[in-house]
């Protein structure tokens, strides 16, 4: 066979493949049914096609797909055992038996919303394209050329019950030469040529956006995110000349042009993340956001590789992150914040007694109206604080509450010869420790009040000013009271979480300590605020982490070894993981948003304390809560490795207690005789977790594997001073967002 009919050959058998793509897989149901009348193991159909098993796993749950050519090979192994097997006659059910009796009309079935450009609207008539062939790396998310099957639509990152306003999902990714690339691997033709005729067009024909998460809320604005190509076409500089205020100068003809036809900006103009908009008018609302991939919108740090991906592979993550958290509107941590307010609006309609019309009011649970903080809570900025104290003044622990996440080190002089003698650092890390802190937390709905001499109640969220300098610890242990973990002096302001944890200690150990407040900031009206963000987060971060083949009651050997590769089996799913993570942290970070501008002076209002959602408080709660879990934690394994218990009256540990060495946040390292958790984690008797310490999992508040490193260079760390926790993966934590 000459070269150019064997290359001519090869070309042929992609296109077959490709079609054996697109005519479907089996019902995930199916497949495990296929499967088990073969009497084949998972294990087994994973060998013959090279796959891992947890692979094998989520095609049968049908969480994920097959790529080519994994895809065609699994298709051959299901026709073959369909022949062998197939699915047993069901006796019909009457209304079954009915309809096999009625006349088969030529009614077509109608497709998922999510996949159909049937479902265009004569008023809206969006025209869907067939592009060449995208490469075979984004196959899974864009080789729709025609409405998906209906497995397909079901299984793409849609709503469980499509709004047919927004039949082609939250947003679209545009590329140079007219496709839109939509969730589910629909694309759409977008004629448009520049800013203002791509949001009407996003706006009358599209049929873009999303469902309001709450009754009360409000409706996700379309999304258009503009690549590098589609910026070009429409008129846009590759890169911002403004790298202070990132956004296009006033004078910019896209800027002029979205003035002239009656559209407005922003306060922040149009920058990496835009919103071109015109006021409500009869309760309607008329804006479309825009994500610039090329002016940095997807911050690597919180999205890791995303804005790299092919047009239609970047549809396929950003709507996913739209569906199970919500629709970007900006950085992770603002997209945090608004899926706080999405959840518990601030308002919600009532009826006005009086006039008997239907007003706006107060949401019960929610934030309702912006608040100042206590003094002590506020950041040196606030005015509450410059109003209090001349400028420059540096405030002490009696004047400034301080609850921030651990970072401390142990005094290399305190390790044991025991200690010494175990060869590895071993660091392990909580997931999302700061959504876990959320759960089920009381915070503060209103003001504080100012309480003098208040009896502690654990219940009240607020600060409260005590000293708890009276409890000794361990000195090998950090003090939980501190960021630092060096012992307080004197009177100190803390939160609630942290008093109550106080009370624990001295109940649990005997400590002979008496814990009087002095003073309280106090907020007698409180909720679990962040409950919904809490489940709806975490029930994102567990289902990315099943897509990528991690989930819950994995035995512990399997889970740390599929989470030594399972970034490796998605990219596109691990960057939707990174920007989750991100919002929980970035969310948080938000309540308590420090001013922005090089204008900006000291004792000024800035525009983020006008918002509901701007609480030092909360952030200080759920930061406060996060650090006594982890010491509470770091307790419970120490008393679990050690063979006598400590005397009462006492927060001492024997030698051979097992204790950490570093903590980062939600890093702790130990010194280990093995170089995984597995190697130095307590266990019962019965080989179980011991109760109360770390277990590994991947449930938010359980702990996956950090790093492993040499006990020399843990050491050598120590004693220059600088934290083992932050370099435990052979990396910087910070510079990886962790």
Wanted: hydrophobic residues 40%.
């Amino acid at each position: 066979m000459s070269p150019e009919q064997e290359e001519l050959f090869a070309s042929v058998d992609a296109l077959l493949e490709q079609v054996t793509a697109d005519d479907g897989l089996p019902e995930p149901a199916e497949r495990r049914r296929l499967r088990k009348a073969a009497g084949l193991s998972q294990e087994q159909v994973a060998r013959a096609l090279d796959v891992r098993r947890e692979s094998v796993t989520s095609w049968e749950a049908g969480r994920s797909e097959p790529r080519p050519p994994k895809r065609a090979a699994y298709l051959r192994l299901l026709d073959g055992l369909a022949a062998r097997h197939p699915e047993p006659p069901r006796t019909p059910e009457p209304d079954e038996s009915a309809a096999a009796a009625a006349p088969v009309t030529a009614a077509p079935a109608t497709p998922a919303p999510a996949a159909a450009p049937a479902t265009v609207t004569p008023a809206a008539p969006a025209r869907v394209t067939a592009p060449p062939s995208p490469p075979a790396a984004v196959r899974p998310a864009a080789a729709a050329r025609r409405p998906a099957p209906k497995k397909e639509a079901a299984r793409a990152s849609a709503p469980a019950a499509p709004d047919p306003r927004f039949a082609h999902g939250p947003l679209v990714v545009l590329d140079g030469d007219t496709n839109a690339y939509c969730v589910g691997g629909l694309i759409l033709d977008c004629p448009a040529k520049d800013i203002v005729s791509l949001v009407e067009w996003a706006l009358n024909e599209a049929q873009l956006g999303a469902a309001r998460l709450h009754r009360s809320g409000k409706d996700a604005d379309p999304l258009v995110v503009l690549t590098a190509a589609a910026a070009e076409r429409l008129g846009l500089p590759a890169v911002l000349e403004d790298r202070r205020g990132l956004r296009l100068a006033e004078d910019h003809p896209a800027v002029r042009q979205i003035t002239r036809a009656k559209w407005k900006l922003t306060r922040r103009g149009f920058g990496p993340w835009a919103r071109v908009y015109r006021p409500a008018q009869s309760g309607q609302r008329r804006c479309v956001q825009f994500a610039v991939l090329p002016w940095g919108a997807l911050d690597a740090r919180a999205w890791g590789s995303a804005g790299q991906l092919p047009p239609a592979e970047l549809a396929r993550v950003l709507g996913a992150y739209a569906t199970r958290v919500i629709t970007p509107r900006g950085s992770t941590a603002v997209s945090g914040l608004e899926l706080m307010t999405a959840l518990r609006p601030p308002t919600r309609a009532v009826k006005d007694p009086h006039s008997d019309a239907w007003v706006s009011g107060p949401m019960p649970g929610s934030l309702t109206e912006p608040v100042d903080p206590a003094p002590p809570e506020a950041p040196d900025e606030h005015p509450v604080v410059a109003a209090l104290y001349p400028r420059g003044h540096q405030r002490t622990p009696d004047e400034v509450l301080d609850e921030e996440a651990f970072d401390w080190i142990r005094d290399p002089q305190l390790l044991t010869d025991a200690e010494c003698a175990r060869p590895f650092a071993v660091g392990i890390d909580v997931n999302t420790a700061f959504l876990a802190a959320a759960n089920r937390l009381v915070v503060g709905l209103g003001a504080a009040v100012h309480v003098a001499a208040p009896a502690f109640d654990k219940t009240v969220p607020g600060s409260w000013l005590i000293d708890l300098s009276g409890i000794e610890m361990d000195p090998r242990l950090p003090n939980p009271f501190t960021p630092h973990g060096a012992r307080p002096q004197g009177a100190a302001w803390y939160t609630t979480p942290t008093v109550a944890y106080a009370h624990e200690l001295v109940a649990a150990h005997g400590l002979p300590v008496g814990l009087t407040p002095l003073e309280g900031w106090l907020r007698p009206d409180s909720g679990s605020y962040l409950d919904p963000w809490y489940k709806r987060l975490s029930e994102a971060y567990k289902e990315t982490m099943a897509d990528l083949g991690i989930e819950p009651g994995m035995d512990e050997g399997q889970f740390l070894a599929a989470m030594e590769t399972y970034k490796e089996n998605d990219p596109g799913l691990a960057a939707l993981l990174s920007a989750i993570k991100s919002t929980v942290k970035g969310g948080i970070g938000k309540l308590r948003e420090r001013p922005q501008g090089a204008g900006y002076r000291p004792g000024e209002r800035w525009p983020a304390l006008e918002r509901p959602t701007w609480r030092p408080d909360i952030r200080a709660a759920v930061i406060s809560t996060a650090r006594v879990n982890m010491h509470r934690k770091l307790v419970k394994t120490a008393l679990a490795t050690q063979q006598a218990s400590a005397p009462w009256g006492h927060l001492r540990f024997a030698d051979e207690a097992l204790l950490p060495v570093a903590l980062l946040s939600d890093c702790a390292v130990y010194f280990s005789d093995g170089p995984a958790p597995l190697d130095f984690l307590p266990r019962t008797a019965e080989g179980k977790p011991a109760p109360g310490t770390f277990r590994l999992g991947v449930s938010p508040g359980m702990v996956k594997h950090e790093g492993t490193q040499e006990l020399l260079w843990a050491v050598k760390m120590l004693d220059e001073g600088h934290n083992p926790a932050r370099h435990i993966k052979g990396t910087d934590a910070a510079i990886d967002g962790e």
